[in-house]
Protein backbone atom coordinates (compact mmCIF):
# COMPACT_ATOMS: atom_id res chain seq x y z
CA UNK A 1 0.00 0.00 0.00
CA UNK A 2 1.12 2.99 -1.06
CA UNK A 3 0.80 4.50 2.66
CA UNK A 4 3.56 2.50 3.43
CA UNK A 5 6.20 3.56 1.28
CA UNK A 6 7.51 6.35 4.05
CA UNK A 7 8.23 3.71 6.05
CA UNK A 8 10.10 1.65 3.28
CA UNK A 9 12.23 4.76 2.49
CA UNK A 10 13.12 4.64 6.23
CA UNK A 11 14.32 1.43 6.69
CA UNK A 12 16.60 1.47 3.22
CA UNK A 13 18.03 4.65 4.38
CA UNK A 14 18.84 2.68 7.87
CA UNK A 15 20.08 0.03 6.10
CA UNK A 16 17.81 -2.66 6.05
CA UNK A 17 18.05 -5.60 3.48
CA UNK A 18 14.60 -5.69 1.49
CA UNK A 19 13.56 -7.05 -1.18
CA UNK A 20 9.70 -6.36 -2.41
CA UNK A 21 7.66 -9.43 -4.17
CA UNK A 22 5.14 -8.51 -7.25
CA UNK A 23 5.16 -4.50 -6.62
CA UNK A 24 7.47 -1.64 -6.42
CA UNK A 25 6.14 1.83 -5.02
CA UNK A 26 6.19 5.25 -6.74
CA UNK A 27 9.54 7.27 -6.07
CA UNK A 28 11.25 4.10 -3.95
CA UNK A 29 14.43 2.44 -5.37
CA UNK A 30 14.48 -0.63 -4.19
CA UNK A 31 15.05 -4.37 -4.98
CA UNK A 32 11.98 -5.92 -5.78
CA UNK A 33 11.51 -9.31 -7.63
CA UNK A 34 8.05 -8.83 -9.80
CA UNK A 35 6.71 -10.28 -13.10
CA UNK A 36 6.45 -9.19 -16.44
CA UNK A 37 3.04 -7.53 -15.85
CA UNK A 38 3.28 -5.38 -19.29
CA UNK A 39 4.47 -8.11 -22.02
CA UNK A 40 1.93 -10.36 -20.19
CA UNK A 41 -0.83 -8.30 -20.40
CA UNK A 42 0.22 -7.02 -24.28
CA UNK A 43 0.23 -10.54 -25.48
CA UNK A 44 -2.64 -11.59 -24.21
CA UNK A 45 -4.46 -8.56 -25.34
CA UNK A 46 -2.73 -8.98 -28.53
CA UNK A 47 -3.85 -12.84 -28.99
CA UNK A 48 -7.50 -11.35 -28.19
CA UNK A 49 -7.30 -8.71 -30.75
CA UNK A 50 -5.57 -11.46 -33.72
CA UNK A 51 -8.47 -13.43 -32.50
CA UNK A 52 -10.90 -10.57 -34.04
CA UNK A 53 -12.04 -8.69 -30.56
CA UNK A 54 -12.41 -5.67 -30.63
CA UNK A 55 -14.43 -4.24 -27.98
CA UNK A 56 -12.06 -5.15 -25.03
CA UNK A 57 -12.87 -3.46 -21.68
CA UNK A 58 -10.39 -2.18 -18.86
CA UNK A 59 -12.02 -2.72 -15.79
CA UNK A 60 -10.27 -1.49 -12.64
CA UNK A 61 -10.36 0.60 -9.61
CA UNK A 62 -8.35 3.90 -9.21
CA UNK A 63 -5.05 2.56 -8.26
CA UNK A 64 -2.57 3.33 -10.58
CA UNK A 65 -0.38 4.28 -8.07
CA UNK A 66 0.18 0.10 -7.73
CA UNK A 67 2.90 -0.72 -9.94
CA UNK A 68 1.44 -4.01 -11.37
CA UNK A 69 -2.03 -2.13 -11.83
CA UNK A 70 -0.06 0.45 -13.88
CA UNK A 71 2.34 -1.42 -15.78
CA UNK A 72 -1.25 -3.92 -17.29
CA UNK A 73 -2.97 -0.58 -17.77
CA UNK A 74 0.13 0.79 -20.32
CA UNK A 75 -0.12 -2.58 -21.71
CA UNK A 76 -3.61 -2.02 -22.52
CA UNK A 77 -3.26 1.12 -24.34
CA UNK A 78 0.09 -0.18 -25.92
CA UNK A 79 -2.46 -3.17 -27.62
CA UNK A 80 -5.53 -1.17 -28.44
CA UNK A 81 -3.36 1.63 -30.17
CA UNK A 82 -1.23 -0.59 -31.92
CA UNK A 83 -4.24 -2.41 -33.50
CA UNK A 84 -5.86 0.51 -34.29
Known amino acids: HELNTPLLRQLVARGFPIV ?3 RIPSGLEIDAVISDNYDATR ?3 E ?7 RNIAWLSGDNLHVSTVRDRFA ?9 S
Not at 47 to 53: F, R
Not at 75 to 83: E, G, P, Q, S, V
Request: hydrophobic share 55%; no cysteine; aromatic share 4%.
Open 47 to 53: ALIEDGH
Open 43 to 45: RAL
Open 20 to 22: LLD
Open 75 to 83: AYRDALDAA
